[in-house]
């Protein structure tokens, strides 16, 4: 098992910034992909971001581009998702998952998923 841990949700403003942070603990974290989901009740899992191993391959859902962005520092174990110019209706919970397989935006795609973070944005 690879732990998987988000953090950095909260409360935040329409319009305002949050920088959510995941940790993987494991030696290889480098070869895995890195993804972001979200998920609000009744809807399924939702994909919003992915970066590859080495950061040089990013995916990115059309509901956030230009607001979002990925990245990763593999010396920390770490990938991030910075979340710009937020809207209520980016309210969620948000997932960091890692796959082994390489960059996917398939939440079955991935092999290793953390506990979430919750992220609520007021109007």
């Known amino acids: 098992q690879v732990p998987v841990v988000e953090s950095g949700g909260g409360l935040v403003p329409a319009g305002g910034s949050l920088r959510l942070s995941c940790v993987a603990s494991?030696?290889?974290?480098?070869?895995?992909?890195m993804g972001w989901f979200r998920q609000t009740p009744g809807k399924e899992r939702e994909f919003v971001s992915a970066?590859?191993?080495?950061?040089?391959?990013?995916s990115i859902a059309e509901s956030v581009r230009g607001r979002f962005s990925i990245s990763r520092d593999n010396t920390k174990y770490t990938v991030y998702l910075q979340m710009n110019s937020l809207k209520p209706e980016d309210t969620a919970i948000y997932y960091c998952?890692?796959?082994?397989?390489?960059?996917?935006?398939?939440?079955?795609?991935?092999?290793?998923w953390g506990q979430g973070t919750q992220v609520t944005v007021s109007s």
């Open positions: 998952a890692a796959a082994w397989r390489g960059l996917t935006t398939m939440r079955d795609q991935y092999d290793y």
């Open positions: 494991v030696r290889t974290f480098s070869y895995y992909a």
């Open positions: 970066i590859s191993g080495g950061g040089a391959s990013k």
